[in-house]
C-alpha cells in the first residue's frame, strides 16, 4: 500500500511538471519576439564581452550600466559558447529560469499539500508581468532565489552560501534575503551563519573587479534612475499596475480581496509552513525596501510573485474552507467537505490561470510575424536606418538605449544617464536641460525623441534639423548640421 501511494505520489509530481512545462513553454512561443528595451542594455554588454570587447557598453568606456553583472556574465559565457544571437539566449534563459522557478515552488509548497503546490507553481508561472519580463534578469533571479531557499530549508549551507553569492551578483538588493535566512538561522540554531562566508567572498571579488574597472561598486543605472523622471514610485506602482490590467477585465477586482484572505490565513494559520513564511517574509521585505528607492518598472514586482502566488492560492483555500463549512452545516453534505474544498479550490485556480493568461501580449504590436513591444518596431528601424547612413565613430542622443543600443552601431548617448555617468546631475532637471548639457559636452551627430520637450528644444536649435521620422511618425530623428 505505502508503495502504491509513493508511486501515485511521483506520478502526480510528473503531471504537475509536465504542466508547468507546457504552460511555460507555451510562454515561451508566445513571447518569442517580445523583450523590454531595458533588457537590450545587457544584451550589449553580453556581446561586447564575447566579442573580446570587455564589460562595456560604448566601446574603450569602462562605465558599469547593468544592474545585473552575474546575468549578464552567464550571457555572455552562453553566448561564447553557442555562437548565438543575445536576444536568442536571453529569451531562453528566462523561459528556462521561469519554468525552474515553477518546479522549485511546486516542491517548496507540497507540505500544504500537493494540490496546493501546484495551484500556486501554476499561478506563478503564468503571471502577465513576469510573463513580459521575459528576456530580462527577472525569471533568472526568481529561479536562484527559490534554489537557494530549497537548499536553506534542506540543511546545505554551504551550497547556500554560494547560492546566496550568485542571488546578491543578480541585483544587489537580495543582499535583503540573505539577511532573512541570516537572521531565521541564528534564531533557529543559536549560532553564527558562517556558512555565508561564500556569500561574502563572490560580493567581494566582484567589488573589487568593479572598483578597478569601473571605479565604483554601485551600477550607474542605479544612481540614474534614482535621480532621473522614471516614473511613478514602487508603492504607487502596484495600485497603477493593478488598474491597467483591471482594465482588460473586471475579474481582476477578485484578487483584492483574495490577496487580503491569503494574508489572513498568514496571519492566524497555525499550518506556518517555513518555506511559505520565509518567501512571504521575503515579498513584505523588499516591498518595504523597493517602496524607498526603486520606480514602477514591471519587471522590479518580479521578485514578489512567488509570495503574491502563494497569497492568492490561500485566499482561494479559504474561501473554499468556508464554503464547505457552511454547508458542512447539512448532514447529507458532511462526507463530502473535502472533495468540495478540493474543487472549489482547483476551479478557483484555473479560473485564475485563465484570467492571467488571457492578459499576455496585451501591450503587444505585430513585427514580422511576432509581437513585440511597442517602441521596439520604431527603434529598430531607425537603427537600420543609421546602420545605412551613419559611421561607426558617430554618436547618438537618446532617452532609451536598449534597442536601439543593440542594432544600431554607434556610439550611445545616454540623456538618462544609465551607460553616461557625467549626465545624472542633470537629469533631475528634466530631459532637455540633460539633452542642452549633452550637446555643450558631446556635439552628438544625431537625437532620436519622441518627447515634446525635446523635439521643441531642436526645432529651435539652428544646429539639428530632421532627417528622418519612424514608428508611423512618432519618433523623430535630428541629425546636427554645423561641425
Not at 573580446?52 to 552567464?74: A, D, K, Q, R, S
Not at 559558447?81 to 522549485?104: A, E, K, N, P, Y
Not at 503587444?364 to 559611421?391: D, I, K, T
Not at 544600431?408 to 530631459?431: C, E, F, H
Request: aromatic fraction near 14%; charged fraction near 15%; glycine fraction near 8%.
Amino acid at each position: 500500500m505505502g508503495d502504491r501511494k509513493q508511486e501515485n505520489r511521483h506520478l502526480y509530481d510528473w503531471i504537475v511538471i509536465l504542466l508547468l512545462g507546457v504552460t511555460t513553454l507555451s510562454c515561451g512561443w508566445i513571447y518569442r519576439g517580445f523583450a523590454q528595451d531595458d533588457a537590450f542594455i545587457t544584451y550589449r554588454y553580453a556581446r561586447n564581452i564575447v566579442n573580446g570587447h570587455g564589460f562595456v557598453y560604448n566601446l574603450h568606456e569602462p562605465v558599469l550600466g547593468t544592474t545585473t553583472p552575474l546575468y549578464t556574465l552567464w550571457l555572455a559565457l552562453l553566448g561564447k559558447l553557442s555562437g548565438q544571437d543575445m536576444r536568442l539566449i536571453g529569451h531562453w534563459v528566462s523561459v528556462l529560469s521561469l519554468l525552474m522557478g515553477g518546479i522549485l515552488l511546486y516542491y517548496l509548497e507540497k507540505s500544504s499539500g500537493v494540490l496546493f503546490a501546484a495551484a500556486a507553481s501554476m499561478v506563478f508561472i503564468s503571471n502577465p508581468l513576469l510573463a513580459s519580463s521575459i528576456g530580462m534578469e527577472t525569471c533568472f533571479l526568481n529561479a536562484i532565489l527559490l534554489l537557494a531557499l530549497t537548499s536553506y530549508l534542506r540543511g546545505r549551507f554551504n551550497l547556500t552560501g554560494v547560492l546566496l553569492g550568485l542571488l546578491v551578483l543578480t541585483r544587489y538588493e537580495t543582499a535583503l534575503f540573505a539577511g532573512i535566512l541570516a537572521v531565521h538561522f541564528l534564531i533557529k540554531h543559536r549560532r553564527i551563519p558562517f556558512w555565508l562566508m561564500p556569500t561574502a567572498v563572490l560580493f567581494l571579488a566582484w567589488a573589487l573587479f568593479a572598483w578597478y574597472t569601473f571605479g565604483d561598486v554601485i551600477p550607474q543605472s542605479a544612481s540614474a534612475k534614482l535621480v532621473a523622471e522614471m516614473g511613478c514610485p514602487f508603492a504607487l506602482g502596484v495600485l497603477m499596475w493593478w488598474r491597467i490590467y483591471a482594465a482588460q477585465t473586471a475579474w481582476y477586482h477578485l484578487l483584492i480581496p483574495l490577496v487580503l484572505f491569503g494574508a489572513y490565513m498568514a496571519i492566524r494559520s497555525k499550518r506556518h509552513e517555513r518555506a511559505s513564511m520565509l518567501i512571504l517574509l521575503w515579498s513584505v521585505v523588499y516591498f518595504i525596501g523597493a517602496s524607498l528607492v526603486a520606480g514602477s518598472f514591471p519587471w522590479y514586482y518580479g521578485p514578489l510573485m512567488p509570495g503574491l502566488s502563494i497569497l492568492l492560492v490561500w485566499g482561494i483555500e479559504f474561501l473554499a474552507r468556508l464554503v464547505s463549512e457552511l454547508l458542512s452545516r447539512f448532514q447529507a453534505a458532511r462526507p463530502f467537505t473535502s472533495t468540495l474544498q478540493a474543487g472549489i479550490l482547483t476551479v478557483a485556480s484555473l479560473g485564475l490561470l485563465g484570467l492571467y493568461l488571457s492578459s499576455w501580449i496585451k501591450e503587444g504590436v505585430l513585427y514580422q510575424g511576432q509581437v513585440v513591444e511597442a517602441r521596439y518596431v520604431a527603434y529598430r528601424e531607425a537603427a537600420e536606418w543609421l546602420n545605412h547612413h551613419a559611421n561607426a565613430d558617430q554618436t547618438l542622443a537618446t532617452p532609451e538605449i536598449g534597442v536601439l543600443g543593440y542594432y544600431a552601431d554607434v556610439k550611445i548617448i545616454d540623456l538618462y544617464g544609465l551607460v553616461t555617468p557625467s549626465l545624472i546631475p542633470w537629469t533631475a532637471r528634466g530631459v532637455r536641460e540633460t539633452l542642452l548639457e549633452a550637446i555643450e559636452l558631446y556635439e552628438p551627430d544625431y537625437v532620436l525623441t519622441d518627447k515634446e520637450p525635446l523635439i521643441g528644444f531642436l526645432q529651435e536649435s539652428p544646429g539639428y534639423e530632421p532627417v528622418q521620422r519612424f514608428g508611423e511618425g512618432v519618433y523623430i530623428l535630428y541629425e546636427k548640421t554645423t561641425h
